[in-house]
Nanobody
């Protein structure tokens, strides 16, 4: 089993920064993907950024150049540094760990960007 616990959400003004952290525990393997998704009210959950085996990173076009994902394989953590935040970044952010058999989710942490 795998457990994921997120932290670091909150409220910030446009242009501000937040850093999200996800601590994984259980059977975490460096060969599997960890990352972040988000879901805004009334919208589908979408990929924000992920790190695959070999440290290959993928970002949503909407966050490229503003968000940076980093993974610590020894500590089983994945962080998301979010800079130059925009109101459209407001959502619940979920940590994700995916194996070939199943996908695991954290409980989510809310990010609100407003003036």
């Amino acid at each position: 089993q795998v457990q994921l616990v997120e932290s670091g959400g909150g409220s910030v003004q446009p242009g501000g920064s937040l850093r999200l952290s996800c601590q994984g525990s259980g059977r975490i393997s460096s060969t599997n993907t960890m990352g972040w998704y988000r879901q805004a009210p009334g919208k589908q959950r979408e990929l924000v950024a992920r790190v695959a085996s070999g440290s290959a990173k993928k970002y949503a076009d909407s966050v490229k150049g503003r968000f940076t994902i980093s993974r610590n394989y020894a500590r089983n953590t994945v962080d998301l540094q979010m800079d130059n935040l925009k109101p459209e970044d407001s959502a619940v952010y979920y940590c994700n760990y995916a194996t070939q058999q199943r996908t695991y989710w954290g409980q989510g942490t809310e990010v609100t960007v407003s003036a």
